[in-house]
């Protein structure tokens, strides 16, 4: 009896281990849930831990989802059409993006990766600051050439008043970090008194911005000509700014 009673109570103590093994093949994968017993979505509410993705799934599933958010647009584009464009199991689309959202915030965080995951800046004020914001507006502009930055744009434009989402999205993907990054070059450069009096480096950093993208940027998202100098842009956003002697004139090609 005794040895009865040890064999049960080592039964009851495998259990839990045994039933916790066979979960992934049992319980059923709820949409918008990581499968159970999986690793944990790529891109979802818990997306600190990256997913093995030895087989490129992740990356067709932002290809294709990206075609269809341009093609058909976000309302337009179901998560069924992402993974047979993919193509792949809703099991594996699911287990790497938990929803349309995070999707569509993962092809936004690609498009601008390339920009933003970038040391576009120095982190101190050394040396002359003309030829670095030159340098920077060159990379902005080099971003803005990219064939789906401006359409992915305008897709956030037109549907962000039916999913703010979107333009969450798309702020906390490029415009944020790009602001972040320039402010604190802007800092460095005020505390060494190169900034013009009373300019605040966050401020000053949208206000760059918007002098270089209102004559050189809007009017390739409007698909009308570009009217003004790049050069003459340029110079005049940074002279804006930066507190010391203007800069030196052109050479006349």
């Not at 159970?36 to 990256?50: E, F, L, N, S």
């Not at 287990?95 to 576009?120: C, G, N, Q």
Request: overall charge positive; hydrophobic content about 45%; glycine content about 8%.
């Amino acid at each position: 009896m005794e040895k009865t009673r040890q064999q049960a109570d080592r039964d009851r103590r495998g259990k839990p281990a045994e039933a916790e093994a066979e979960a992934p093949s049992q319980a059923p994968t709820a949409p918008g849930a990581a499968a159970p017993g999986a690793a944990a979505p790529a891109h979802g509410p818990d997306g600190d831990r990256p997913v093995a993705d030895k087989r490129g799934a992740a990356a067709r599933i932002r290809k294709a989802a990206r075609g269809l958010f341009l093609d058909k647009g976000y309302g337009g584009t179901s998560m069924d059409a992402v993974a047979a464009a993919a193509p792949v199991s809703k099991r594996t689309l699911y287990h790497h993006f938990a929803s349309k959202a995070d999707l569509f915030a993962a092809v936004i965080d690609e498009a601008w990766s390339h920009l933003t995951r970038a040391p576009l800046l120095p982190g101190d004020a050394q040396g002359d600051p003309r030829p670095v914001l030159t340098a920077y507006v060159e990379r902005l502009q080099a971003h803005w050439d990219r064939p789906d930055v401006i359409p992915l744009l305008r897709l956030v434009i037109a549907e962000a008043p039916r999913f703010p989402e979107l333009s969450q999205a798309y702020f906390a993907a490029g415009k944020e970090p790009a602001v972040k990054g320039l402010s604190a070059y802007f800092a460095a450069l005020a505390a060494h008194g190169r900034l013009a009096p009373g300019i605040e480096p966050t401020l000053a950093a949208a206000q760059f911005l918007g002098a270089i993208k209102e004559p050189l940027f809007w009017p390739r998202v409007l698909g009308v000509p570009v009217a003004f100098s790049v050069e003459a842009a340029v110079d005049r956003a940074i002279g804006a700014l930066l507190h010391d002697t203007p800069p030196p004139a052109r050479r006349a090609p």
